[in-house]
Nanobody, 120 residues
Framework: QVQLVESGGGLVQPGGSLRLSCAAS????????MGWGRQAPGKQRELVAA???????NYADSVKGRFTISRDNAKNTVYLQMNSLKPEDTAVYYC??????????????WGQGTQVTVSS
């Protein structure tokens, strides 16, 4: 079993910043890519940022230059620093991880999500 737990969401004014964290735990042998997705009401979930085990990053065009993804491999934790937030960034943010478990099964896991609301 693998669990991903997000934290750091909340209410912020337009132009403000938030930092999300996601810690993975359980029967983990190694983690390849980690990332963040989001889902706004009435919309499909979209991937906003991803980072490989080696640190290569990718971003959705809508967040490039504003969001920064990073990870701490020793802690099995991924972060999302969000700056210059806009109302359209309002969504539930989910972290995900490509995990190889201790019984050598591989799978993609998602967290429960954390709400981010950008509003004045």
């Amino acid at each position: 079993q693998v669990q991903l737990v997000e934290s750091g969401g909340g209410l912020v004014q337009p132009g403000g910043s938030l930092r999300l964290s996601c810690a993975a735990s359980g029967s983990i042998f190694s983690i390849n890519a980690m990332g963040w997705g989001r889902q706004a009401p009435g919309k499909q979930r979209e991937l906003v940022a991803a980072i490989t085990g080696g640190g290569t990053t990718n971003y959705a065009d809508s967040v490039k230059g504003r969001f920064t993804i990073s990870r701490d491999n020793a802690k099995n934790t991924v972060y999302l620093q969000m700056n210059s937030l806009k109302p359209e960034d309002t969504a539930v943010y989910y972290c995900n991880a490509d995990v190889l478990t201790k019984v050598h099964s591989r799978g993609a896991y998602w967290g429960q999500g954390t709400q981010v609301t950008v509003s004045s």
